[in-house]
């Protein structure tokens, strides 16, 4: 398909500051963008010249109910910021709403050019303890709402030839955490759909990359509530929106298909999963040759799961 001819982007210069701003001229949907790591991704990416959507439904950290508005408060911040922002309240994962969403992008400001797929909500159980109703609800919202998102997102994306999308992931599906595992099994789904996408969409200039931040939200806040401590510095929620911001850009087109995220002051890129050892025999194996050969062979690379920090990220000594 033929690229679309797009209006020239003309870079405008953040107040005080020599430098063009990211995201002049471009169209941005953020999800889940009323509270917590969305809102503050929703406002770096207007502070950095785009137009919003600010979509949050407005639920429980559990998906129920919930009355608060609010992504019209963070609409409001944004505009009397000097910024762009429309809300949507819409729920993601039904496909019909989340063709909405995107709808409002087009039918507000013309365009949609950035998707951020970052609604969530929590059910944490163990395997055992988790109902059906805990696994499905947590599956809706995180992979099946970034799927109808990006669905609707990408068709548009690619007549213009242009798009980026980033997609919130967690260690917990990349690394395991838990009581997660309705959480889990949605956050790894939407690393797979990132390495997909990637490879799909990247003809039609459209990229695909997938952050897992931190930060304390309602999500995390539990952590410290119960060992009586405050969240340090470095648990702000802001701290992951620049580089979201960045991977929206165009300056990020050679970024493509990554999982990256955030611990501490640092900024980190994950490693893909891929093959680290192999056993091989001719013809192939039978049971007892595996078990006979496993641990000195693949025995000797065995990978830890769940998520120890890194010893030397997000410390300055
Ligand atoms: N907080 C962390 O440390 C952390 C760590 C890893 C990943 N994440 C991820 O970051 C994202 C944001 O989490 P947060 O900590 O800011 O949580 P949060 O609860 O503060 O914000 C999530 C927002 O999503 C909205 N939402 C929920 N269901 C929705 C739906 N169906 N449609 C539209 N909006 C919906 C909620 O109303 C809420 O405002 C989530 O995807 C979460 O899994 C957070």
Redesign the pocket.
Known sequence: MQARERPRVVARQAAGSLRPMLLDGRVAVV??A?????REIAVCLAQQGASVVV?????A?D?RG?DND?AAQACAEIEAAGGRAVPSY????DFEAAGRIIRTAVDTFGQIDILVN?????RDRTLVKMSEDDFDAVVA??MK?TFNCARHAAELMREAGYGRIVN?????GLRGNFGQTN?GAA?AGIMGMTFVWALELARNGITVNAV????T????AGLYERTGTEPPPDQD?SLNAPLVAFLASEQASYVNGQVLGRTGYAFTLFQTPRQVAAMWREGGWDPEGVADHFHEVLGQHLQPVGMPAHPLLGKKD
């Open positions: 999800t889940g009323g509270r917590g790591i969305g979509n949050d439904v407005g639920v950290l998906g919930g609010a819409d729920s993601v994962s970052n609604a969530g909500i929590i919202v995180h709402g919130i992931t967690s260690s917990a959480y956050k897992a931040p931190a930060g939200t309602r999500m995390t929620p």
